[in-house]
């Protein structure tokens, strides 16, 4: 994938944005293009442009989910769910989906294709998607594109820090994501 983007030139940080903007939207492993931006454009570089094809691609992907799927699957629950199990999905606050969406984005594991679409079926607004969205990114952007940047030598000490932010950045969330499920259990249990 480096070989492929370097290989335009002056225009490989626009074709790198565009392959940000396009190839999520058919699944491609998003941690792969961000790896690779940091190996071509290097750390600094690399961050703005990853996020900013990140941040489009956010927006083409929820407007994909929001226009062509929210309605089919809005109906189809309807029909299958009591009242209380569909409000429960969809009565959730715009607040409480934000702060989902950026312990979601936080989590590496979490297919960042499927946060995309799966928001886009909510009820919450396109400018606090987005907001929630950028606030998600620009963790999981820097510690990719550093990691990408230090990978051309995999036994330097850069390289080991760098892996090490990877697995605190997914332990770390993970736990986050925990506590916050355990607060919000607590709550509804009184």
Not at 21 to 41: D, E, K, N, Q, Y
Not at 68 to 91: A, M, P, T
Request: glycine share 8%; net charge positive; charged share 15%.
């Amino acid at each position: 994938m480096q070989e492929f983007i370097s290989s335009f030139g002056v225009l490989a940080p626009i074709v790198y944005v565009i392959m940000w903007v396009v190839l999520p939207v058919f699944f491609f492993p998003v941690p792969i293009l961000a790896v690779a931006g940091g190996i071509v454009f290097g750390f600094v570089e690399g961050s703005l442009l990853t996020f900013f094809g990140a941040c489009a691609n956010c927006y083409v992907m929820f407007i994909i989910s929001r226009k062509f799927g929210r309605d089919y699957v809005i109906n189809l629950l309807k029909r299958k769910l009591s009242e209380k199990q569909h409000n429960r999905i969809f009565g959730v606050s715009d607040e409480k989906l934000m702060i989902s969406l950026v312990v979601l984005r936080l989590i590496p594991l979490v297919p960042y294709n499927m946060i995309n679409y799966g928001f886009g079926l909510t009820n919450i607004s396109t400018s606090k998607y987005m907001l929630a969205s950028v606030l998600g990114i620009i963790p999981g952007t820097i510690v990719f594109l550093n990691f990408g940047a230090t990978a051309t030598n995999v036994w330097s000490l850069e390289f080991l820090l760098a892996s090490a932010l990877v697995i605190l950045l997914t332990v770390g969330s993970i736990k986050i994501s925990k506590i916050i499920e355990k607060k919000e259990n607590k709550k509804s249990d009184s």
